[in-house]
């Protein structure tokens, strides 16, 4: 063959059956990865033409070039050369017009309205547009306590730095439900938002980043679905437990996550559990969740109830008598946003009927709402059935000892008189022998700080409250 060929006529004559060829691969490739992949990603794929052995495809965007360089290219370059084999690369450049959304890596100078339809999460969550967020759950309004200082801690290092940390990648916050999880990645969202404003953060229920899913494979657009995260510096997935047992958006989110996570892009999960308890999760998934920092909030103390009381009533400017304060942080422990609605009813009623907060207008307005939590369990009962989990004598519960031994099941006998009875601190100290009720305080905030130190001993406790309620 001539090699001083004229080019233009060699491209000519290159691209008239290399046209043909790519309509037979491009066949080839929807067969192998079916109708959904192919209208995804390779249809994207706009075929320019064929020059000296280079295939030459451009695409709207850096995302979808890089997803099918490392998904496709290789197949599509191997299929070609079964038509010609002195085909020797495949060049995918991004089309000229859609360059500025995605070549810039400076998120605020990234346009990400352009390419997103109006249900775009990223429109909607983005730190420029805080509509999402509960102007409420800032760090300020925190209140941190023993249960919860390493999920406080591990939120403030995520919103405070702009290096994200391999270490701290993903942050996967769990816990019990009302403890403060979905507060803790709003306040990372406004921090970001005040301090930092150049990042993009984006924050989304579960529920709600399957919904977008499912409606993206409806419409055959999961490409523009993934496309909303990547502009994302900060991605935030709420109670990541409802994306359980989905196993197409199982495998979506992975990918979306990998993707995120091998850029350097900050991932923050909430769930209510541990990633190892996600049993409805991929083994691979579940274990990839777990390899950044794992923190966990844990139920509240009595005393971080006193504070939160009385941080929300500052925030109100609200004030209210100390023994309320008191019962309704015995009273309420089941989590912190129940706790919360008590102290509104409370406040919104006598607000209404015009009388002042007293323990007796709180007890009574609380009535029906406690009336759940109120059974007739008797001190007696409570002293007989630990006695019986722990091995000593139920005279123990009302002798002096201070014996480790049996101290500490009078002590936990005293805290379930207190959550589980509407005795006061003096009454049960009376039915202990005779004890004194900051006796009684101190055993209720001791068993307290037990049972979130020692996981056992408070499934212990919890499975022995269960069975006393019954
Ligand atoms: P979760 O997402 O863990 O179910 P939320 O974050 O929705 O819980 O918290 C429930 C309610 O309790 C919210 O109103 C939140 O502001 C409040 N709350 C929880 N923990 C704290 C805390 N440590 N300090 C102040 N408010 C809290
Ligand atoms: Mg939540």
């Known amino acids: 063959m001539n090699l001083l060929v004229q080019p233009k006529i060699l491209e000519y004559a290159d691209e008239d059956s290399s046209s043909k060829t790519w309509l037979t691969v491009s066949n080839s490739l929807k067969k192998e990865y079916g109708e959904e992949t192919f209208k995804s990603w390779i249809s994207k794929l706009n075929f320019v033409g064929c020059a000296n052995g280079h295939i030459n495809f451009t695409v709207p965007t850096r995302f ?11 197949r599509l370059l191997n299929l070609w050369r079964q038509h010609n084999s002195n085909v020797k690369k495949i060049n995918i450049t991004i089309e000229s017009k859609s360059n500025s959304n995605f070549e810039i890596l ?69 816990g019990g439900v009302g403890l403060g999880k979905t507060h803790l990645m709003h306040a990372i969202a406004w921090h970001i938002h005040k301090n930092n404003p150049n990042r993009k953060v984006a924050y989304l229920s579960a529920e709600k980043y399957m919904y977008q899913f499912v409606k993206a494979l409806r419409s055959k657009d999961i490409m523009s679905f993934k496309e909303q995260f ?7 997935v709420d109670d990541v437990q409802f994306i359980c047992g989905k196993d197409s958006t199982q495998e979506e989110f992975f990918h979306t996550f990998n993707e995120l996570i091998d850029n350097n892009r900050q991932i923050v999960i909430s769930c209510d559990r541990s990633p190892s308890d996600l049993e409805d999760m991929e083994e691979r998934i579940r274990s990839r969740l777990g390899w950044g920092l794992v923190a966990d909030v844990h139920s509240t103390t009595y005393e971080l109830r006193i504070g939160i009381l009385q941080s929300k009533l500052d ?16 009273k309420i422990s089941s ?15 006598s607000n209404l ?28 009962d409570i002293q007989k059935k630990v006695a019986e989990r722990f091995n000593v004598k139920v005279s ?71 069975i006393l309620e019954c």
């Not at 979808?64 to 290789?74: C, F, M, P, S, V």
């Not at 925030?315 to 015995?330: K, Y």
């Not at 002590?411 to 009376?430: C, H, P, V």
């Open 315 to 330: 925030q109100m400017n609200i004030s209210i008598p100390q023994n309320v304060i008191e019962f309704l942080a015995a």
């Open 64 to 74: 979808i070039r890089d997803w099918i360089a490392t998904h496709y290219e290789k």
């Open 353 to 380: 009927i015009g009388r002042e907060v007293t323990l007796e207008v709180t007890k009574e307005i609380l009535r029906d709402f406690l009336r759940s939590n109120e059974r007739a369990v008797t001190i007696e």
């Open 396 to 466: 123990d519960m009302s002798s002096p000892r201070r014996l480790r031994s049996i101290s500490r099941p009078r002590q936990i006998a005293m805290y379930l008189a207190k959550s589980l009875t509407r005795r006061s601190l003096s009454e049960i100290g009376k039915k202990f022998g005779g004890k004194d009720h900051t006796t009684v305080m101190h055993a209720v905030k001791k068993v307290e700080e037990l049972m979130s130190a020692d996981i056992e001993l408070g499934e212990d406790i919890r499975l022995l409250k269960r």
């Open 106 to 174: 400076k998120p605020e100078r990234v346009s990400v309205g352009t390419s997103i339809s109006n249900e775009s999460i990223i429109t909607e969550h983005t730190n420029t547009n805080t509509s999402n967020l509960d102007r409420r759950f800032t760090f300020e309004n925190f209140v941190v306590g023993k249960p919860n200082e390493l999920a406080y801690a591990a939120a403030k290092a995520v919103a405070d730095t702009d290096v994200v940390q391999a270490g701290s990648n993903p942050l996967f916050l769990y």
């Open 230 to 236: 990547r502009s994302v510096d900060v991605l935030m």
């Open 335 to 349: 989590n912190v946003r129940e706790l919360e609605g008590a102290l509104n009813k409370v406040i919104a009623h």
